[in-house]
């Protein structure tokens, strides 16, 4: 059974940085596209950084140049690290692993973490 659980979400100031990491149980398939959402309040999920298993990465508009997602397979880790933070950024962020390799639709990732909560003051 796959699980994913993040951490390192917080409170921080605008322009500060943060970085949330992923870990999952151990039986992901490392084929399967993961990736970075975020939710706000009254807002729509939407995707923030997505890590394919050749390395591609893909991310939004919003946080190009800012966030960068990588993985330490040996550790079974997903990261995101957040510079430059804004408070347009404050959000529930969530991991996630799809059942298919990048690109993946977001109704393809299946498995999700139960999300770190990222608040950034101005």
């Known amino acids: 059974q796959v699980q994913l659980v993040e951490s390192g979400g917080g409170s921080v100031q605008a322009g500060g940085s943060l970085r949330l990491s992923c870990a999952d149980s151990g039986n992901l398939d490392r084929r399967y596209c993961m990736g970075w959402f975020r939710q706000g309040p009254g807002e729509k999920r939407e995707g923030v950084a997505i890590?394919?298993?050749?390395?591609?990465?893909t991310y939004g508009d919003s946080v190009k140049g800012r966030f960068t997602v990588s993985k330490d397979n040996a550790a079974n880790t997903l990261y995101l690290q957040m510079n430059s933070v804004e408070p347009e950024d404050t959000a529930m962020y969530y991991c996630?692993?799809?059942?298919?390799?990048?690109?993946?639709?977001?109704?393809?990732?299946?498995?999700w973490g139960q999300g770190t909560q990222v608040t950034v003051s101005s």
């Open positions: 890590l394919d298993s050749d390395g591609t990465t």
């Open positions: 996630a692993a799809a059942l298919m390799g990048c690109p993946a639709p977001i109704t393809a990732f299946r498995f």
